[in-house]
């Protein structure tokens, strides 16, 4: 068993996924001593918190961690769980991290010299620095209603959903509409069950547009690149809610409109359960028209660029709406459906309630620059929009870890050895 009772490092990483893994690379390709600390397994969220036929929304070439980018034979296609995990599996014997797993941190506070102090269930030990790694989706969401949903009810999590097959006979409630709601409500829906999606103010985009990738355009248009400090919307961003679409089958569109005219019925924001009625707001129609709004204005912006720099890309009419609701339904008595199961996809709170050091806002959130925070050798990694839209992601997280790890090797005048800083190599996957 490992006992880390005394122990001391220059840097700890907190968490072994995409973004701890990524930082050690960093680290370890300037010589800097270091240890990562993941409390289950690496990459552990991937594997135990992902339905079965979960593949990633965007394409693989942007797979793209620290000097470990995707180089199968499929860039265009969408890795699918099992490949995903492939890849980090890959990406962790490649990286060979000073990683202990099984071990939790459960306090981390700092003295007054400076030091920080690890509290785990491996025993107590210190850092110079430390690098909090465990991404920004921490606890699931639940909306307070005035009564509980009746026992015979099943409730699910989306990150403990899988399929279908586990929830019992009968309708299915989604409540959500974001990324992981949309993908869920259609999984259900193509498996042939009822479903009913309470659709929230989540925007959408299109897969493909003018020929391409959607995301082949915006990569090309430089928007993964643009900072956070240049958004339009600054900070704020980091709470929007992300576009859904899927790249299921290939990739494809995610029509909530056509869904419906299918047979999924759609409902407005979910405000309260009493007495048995579940409670909506009147805005379906208008978060539908919203999610098209933004998803016709990327393809304004991809319009404007094409004609700005002279591409040769095919015409594509614009998306017609293929179903409106007749109504807005804003109350529904369960005993009258055959709701037998729900599965909560309203996002996830950050909860970093066990670090006690001066570095958060009144929200819980942590305040920092590109990952820095007011507290010298305090740093944050893998957090939505840290500093690009990928930060959070397999895209982007391998930036910001450089950027960090300079900035630590600056913090104590550290130099690059390299023992760790070998030629690279890249993963031949096939998808």
């Known amino acids: 068993m490992t006992d880390l ?21 960093c680290l370890g390709k300037r010589g800097i001593d270091h240890l ?9 969220s991937w594997k135990s918190y992902r339905w079965d036929t979960f593949c990633l929304v965007t394409p693989n070439w942007q797979c793209n961690l ?4 995707y180089a199968g034979d499929d860039p265009h296609g969408f890795m699918v769980r099992s490949q995903i995990v492939d890849y980090l599996e890959a ?49 699931p969401i639940t909306p307070p209603m005035s009564e509980p949903l009746p026992p015979s009810i099943t409730q699910v ?44 103010d989540a925007p959408r985009v299109a897969r493909f547009y003018r020929g391409r990738d959607v995301t082949d355009w915006l990569d090309e248009m430089g928007y993964y690149d643009m900072p956070v400090t240049q958004h339009p919307r600054r900070e704020a961003v980091r709470a ?19 869904h419906a005219r299918d047979g999924m019925r759609l409902y407005g924001i979910m405000t309260d359960h009493r007495d048995g009625v579940l409670h909506f707001k009147p805005s ?12 016709e204005s990327i393809k304004d912006t991809i319009d404007g660029h094409i004609a700005e720099q002279g591409v040769d890309a095919p ?40 670090i006690d050091v001066p570095v958060f806002s009144g929200r819980g959130v942590p305040s920092h620059s590109r990952g820095t925070t007011s507290t010298p050798g305090l740093y944050f990694l893998g957090l939505p929009w840290q500093w690009t839209w990928g930060s959070g992601r397999l895209s982007g997280v391998g930036a910001d870890a450089e950027h960090l790890a300079e900035r630590i090797r600056s913090q104590r005048g550290l130099t690059a050895t390299g023992p760790r800083g070998d030629v690279c190599n890249v993963l031949a996957l096939g998808s």
């Open 157 to 200: 999590q989306s990150q403990d959903y899988r399929s279908g097959a586990q929830l019992p006979d009968g309708e299915v409630l989604v409540v959500g509409s974001g990324q992981s709601g949309a993908q869920i409500a259609e999984d259900l829906h193509l498996e042939g069950r009822a479903v009913h999606l309470v659709v929230g």
């Open 91 to 139: 990406y962790r014997a490649f990286v060979d991290p000073p990683l202990v797993e099984g071990v939790e941190v459960t306090s981390l506070t700092r003295d007054m010299r400076g030091t920080f102090r690890l509290v785990t269930t491996a025993g107590e030990c210190t850092a110079d620095q430390v690098v909090v790694a465990t991404g920004g989706y921490h606890t």
């Open 284 to 295: 379906l129609t208008a978060s539908l028209d919203h999610a098209d709004e933004v998803s």
């Open 36 to 44: 990562v600390l993941e409390r289950a397994t690496a990459a552990d």
């Open 66 to 69: 620290p000097d470990f980018p």
């Open 5 to 25: 009772s005394g122990e001391h490092r220059p840097v700890i990483v907190i968490g072994g996924g995409q973004a701890g893994l990524s930082m050690s690379r």
């Open 240 to 258: 929007q809610a992300n576009h859904y679409v899927t790249g299921r089958d290939g990739g494809r569109d995610i029509d909530l409109r056509a």
């Open 315 to 354: 015409v594509e009419d614009r998306y017609t709406p293929v179903w409106r609701p007749s109504d807005e339904v804003t109350e529904l008595r369960l005993s009258d459906t055959g709701i037998t199961s729900v599965v909560w996809c309203i996002g996830f709170r950050q909860d970093f309630r066990w």
